[in-house]
């Protein structure tokens, strides 16, 4: 028999899930003034660019040299290409602005500087560009609270870390992929509902007790998924046939059951660390509804391992060996800024709370994506327009230039004849051209004037008359 549920996941606090992709210098610019970073093709970007833009991009990429790169990040200020918009921490609009100011002759602090600019983008789909949360993830959470739920019952010695693999096999009674009841549990993909607002953050790593020295780990720059968007997705519960070898089936109510027994638990001891160091903690559900799950990248060492068998690598100062501890001595935490001094603005990673959606619920949430999609397609037709204008400014810009072009072959042209016409003349012609030239100056005149005589007869009334209409015109013939 298979069973299948249909679920929401609302999330609480910010949400990260990995995806091995980043925003590249090419795919976005900053818009300081309303602290979001517009993302786009790259592709577009070289289809919308002016040539006479195309070509300034084209010389910085061809250098090659480790300051290009922070050229291109400044080239990328000015340029006006919409996209996409996502929100980023005042942290990072100061930290983008001070990364630009470095000179470009310090190759070793840019190089320093942009590995530590990289910004992990959360998983996404592609039609669309809306992040969605991975089925693989949504299971792994929901095995890991089982496994503990198991744990807590069977109350085993404890495990070694290296034996992790092994305690699993034990609880779950399942030697192997064909008698692991997780075998039995689908999980699709939950896709989004609606416009999902996502946030640059930074990844701080914070000690669990208070103390005058920071924590050790560098911060992180990541796209997050902030608390209140909502994803929709299926689970299947199958009852294995008898004959599967799997001892111990799991039903859905198992599984929410130790969805709640465990994220609870794990929510009120975080919330206890967190209180300790100035943090808030994530409140329990929307409206008190659903249970708790954890998800995504920084979900605590504590959130993704089983009580009772914790050994969690602790790190040490340089050059020391690691040690092993049952709790983690460190968490890592959602900030504005790369070295937050207000623990206050500070926020847990990865809850969200999987709801069981009634007929109201789901009818809102159809609304939701419809809006969405309407939105979308107003703003494709906008950014078709837009495409149309920007296209036809070019046109423009591009006759302008052709014109401009012609009108200076132009001036070459005549520039040139008047030279070779200028050179076939004999020096006599050439100066009584001069005197007739009203930008001549009266001392080159004079000097004209001296020479005179030794001017042919046939040429030298030619120029006493040019000399008479020059002094005529400057009042000083009489």
């Given amino acids: ?20 992709e980043v925003y590249e210098p090419l795919g976005f610019r900053l818009d300081e003034a309303n602290r979001e970073i517009v993302a786009f093709s790259p592709t577009d970007l070289v289809a919308m660019l002016p040539t006479h833009k195309l070509n300034q991009f084209s010389a910085i990429c061809e250098k090659g040299t480790v300051a290009s790169l922070l050229e291109i990040y400044k080239f990328m200020g000015n340029v006006e290409m919409e996209g996409r918009r996502i929100k980023v921490s005042p942290g990072f609009a100061e930290h983008y602005s001070k990364t630009l100011s470095i000179p470009l002759n310090d190759e070793r602090k840019i190089q320093r500087e942009l590995n530590q600019f990289t910004i992990w983008r959360t998983a996404f789909l592609t039609e669309d560009q809306r992040p969605y949360i991975p089925g693989s993830a949504i299971k792994g959470s929901l095995r890991t609270a089982y496994l503990n739920a198991l744990a807590k019952e069977k109350k085993l010695t404890p495990f070694k870390a290296r034996d992790a693999k092994r305690l699993e096999k034990i609880l779950l009674e399942g030697g192997q992929f064909s008698t692991d009841p997780f075998r039995c549990i689908k999980v699709s993909d939950f896709r989004p509902v609606g416009r999902i607002k996502t946030k640059i953050v930074y990844a701080v790593n914070e000690k669990k007790a208070v103390s005058r020295f920071r924590a050790r780990g560098p911060f992180q720059i990541l796209e997050v998924i902030e608390p209140g968007n909502v994803f929709e997705g299926y689970i299947t519960v199958e009852q294995p046939h ?22 609870e638990k794990e929510r009120k001891r975080e919330e ?11 409140s329990h559900s929307p409206n008190g509804s659903g249970v708790l799950i954890r998800l995504g990248r920084h979900s605590g060492a504590e959130s993704v391992t089983i009580k009772g068998h914790r050994s969690i690598k602790i790190m040490g100062k340089p050059g020391e060996k690691p040690k092993w501890a049952k709790e983690a001595t460190t968490l890592w935490l959602a900030s504005h800024s790369a070295r937050p001094t207000d623990k206050g603005g500070l926020q847990p990673f990865g809850w969200a709370a999987l709801i069981a959606p009634d007929s109201e619920l789901l009818e809102g949430l159809q609304e939701r994506e419809k809006l969405w999609k309407k939105e979308r397609r107003r703003n494709k037709a906008d950014a078709t327009q837009e495409a149309a204008r920007q296209q036809q400014k070019e046109i423009e810009r591009t006759r302008e230039l052709e014109r401009l072009r012609a009108e200076e072959e132009q001036r070459g042209r005549e520039e040139g004849e008047k030279k070779a016409a200028w050179e076939r003349l004999s020096p006599e012609d050439r100066a009584i051209a001069k005197v007739r030239d009203p930008a001549t100056s009266e001392q080159e005149v004079v000097g004209i004037y001296n020479r005179i005589d030794q001017f042919p007869e046939a040429k030298k009334k030619e120029l006493a008359q040019a000399l008479k209409e020059y002094w005529v015109g400057k009042g000083k013939w009489k």
């Fill in 1 to 20: 028999m298979v069973n299948t549920f249909r679920f929401v996941i609302h999330t609480v606090s910010p949400i990260h899930i990995g995806c091995d």
């Fill in 272 to 282: 206890n660390q967190l209180s300790q160091i100035g943090v808030q903690s994530v």
């Fill in 242 to 263: 008898p004959k599967a070898g799997i001892k111990n089936p799991i039903s859905m109510e198992t599984l929410l059951n130790s969805l709640k027994y465990f994220y």
